[in-house]
């Protein structure tokens, strides 16, 4: 059996750094869900996330230690070092994105008729940074495991999960905004700047 690198040492002391830094302030969100009930607009896009996040990442870490077939092994240095990269820039654009958003920032879909469409930072460049970026951490995640069956149980679940909240969030927001959202949508990408 091939042992991932975030349990070898000296990387499991990068990584595992590295992922308390980044999902404790994840973890206090999902607190914040517990206070924050979802109401209709976010049609189960919050538990999904929460619960796609957790199965997917389970799954990713077992398919990493049952399918020692499936590990990358060439340049898997490379590989890990470019996950812990992902997953670093993930938890700067996450953290610019709460910072950008303030009081707008909630973890449940819930669009109000006075909100307005918040156009700086990333905001700038795609609608959805947030995701973007919490997309850029599991994938991170997934390359740290040096695995092709972890990196496809996280493509997986990222797409599902972030592309059944981008279809619920964008329709509140139209059907809340109206016009200024829709000019926003036609100025913007969803996630990738310039692409899609």
Known sequence: M?????????????FWALYVAVFVPEFLLIHKVRRQRPGRQ???????IMLGEFLGGFAAFACAFASSGATIVTGRLAVFWAGIALIAVGALVRQHCFRVLGPSFKPVVDVRSDQVVVETGAYRFVRHPSY????????????TLTNWASLLVIVATVTIVYGYR????????????????????????RLVPFVW
């Open 2 to 14: 091939v042992v991932p690198l975030p349990f070898v040492y000296p990387y499991a002391i990068v």
């Open 42 to 48: 976010d049609r189960g896009s919050t538990r999904l």
């Open 132 to 143: 973007a970026a919490a997309v850029l951490i599991f994938l991170g995640i997934a390359l």
């Open 166 to 189: 981008i279809r619920v969030e964008e329709a509140a927001l139209l059907s809340t905004l109206g016009d200024s959202y829709r000019a926003y949508m036609a100025r913007t990408k």
